[in-house]
């Protein structure tokens, strides 16, 4: 299948969003996505730029994309996370997932990065071995923390 790598446009939003619910599905949590398509847009291409996006498009539909945004590692210095890196099940196979990688690691390089960091669910043998055939170190020792939104609430009445 032939397809094509670009930066996202605000109007491709809806099928990133649609990607998004793909992944969340697959990971057994489509409950857990909250995000809208205009908080997408304004995230991704109001004022404040929060993320940048790739998008994979094969005959006029989006069928991957990869979403980055900054951060700063106290060790390295500017790093940027690699959120997302979703190919739908169709085009699984097809290349797409290293061509959508390639496009964040030449990003990375050309801001000049000390590193790229993303997560992957311990479950998904496919995507590990996928990653660590690129040269990706998967550290198994470390843990996730999160505080949701109701934790952030929590946290703020106890202290």
């Known amino acids: 299948?032939?397809?094509?790598?670009?930066?996202?446009?605000?109007?491709?939003?809806?099928?990133?969003?649609?990607?998004?619910?793909?992944?969340?599905?697959?990971?057994?949590?489509?409950?857990?996505v909250a995000v809208t398509v205009e908080e997408l847009i304004n995230d991704g291409f109001g004022e404040h730029k929060l993320f940048h996006c790739f998008v994979a498009e094969s005959d006029e539909s989006i069928v991957g994309m990869a979403l980055v945004y900054p951060r700063y590692s106290t060790w390295k210095g500017a790093i940027i996370h690699l959120e997302d890196l979703i190919v739908t099940e169709k085009m699984r196979g097809s290349g797409l997932g290293t061509a959508l990688l390639n496009e964040v690691v030449k990003y990375g390089h050309n801001l000049g990065v000390k590193r790229i960091n993303w997560e992957v669910i311990d479950w998904n043998e496919p995507a590990i071995k996928f990653y660590e055939s690129k040269?990706?170190?998967?550290?198994?020792?470390?843990?996730?923390?999160?505080?949701?939104?109701?934790g952030i609430a929590n946290y703020l009445r106890n202290i």
């Open 135 to 150: 040269g990706a170190k998967v550290m198994r020792d470390w843990d996730v923390v999160q505080l949701d939104e109701k």
């Open 1 to 32: 299948m032939n397809y094509t790598i670009r930066e996202a446009v605000a109007e491709d939003m809806s099928q990133v969003l649609q990607l998004i619910q793909e992944l969340a599905s697959f990971e057994k949590e489509a409950h857990a």
